[in-house]
């Protein structure tokens, strides 16, 4: 069975991205939500009904905290996305 992870992002997760997650997870389901979140509180909504594993919030840090917070006793874990810049 594969590792859900919902994927908080107006953009697409790149090849190198899914295959990092693959590396590090194994088998991955990745569930791209782009849509405009307007809480926190709402953020964990969605994980509960995709019922994902870990998160990946590219939102404010306000929200992340929030979510990092909300992790513990929610079971899921929030995954810091760390990007390298490619090309000017």
């Known amino acids: 069975m594969a590792v859900r992870v919902l994927w908080f992002s107006r953009h697409p997760v790149l090849p190198v991205q899914r295959r990092v997650l693959e590396e590090k997870l194994g ?3 990745i569930i791209v939500h782009d849509r405009p979140i307007s809480t926190a509180e709402r ?3 969605l994980v509960k009904m995709y019922r994902a594993d870990y ?3 590219v939102l404010p840090l306000s929200f992340t905290v929030r979510l990092v917070e909300r992790a513990k006793g929610e079971g899921f874990t929030v995954l810091y996305s760390e990007m390298e810049h490619v090309h000017n």
């Open 27 to 29: 088998d991955v389901e």
């Open 43 to 45: 953020a964990v909504e």
């Open 55 to 57: 998160v990946v919030p």
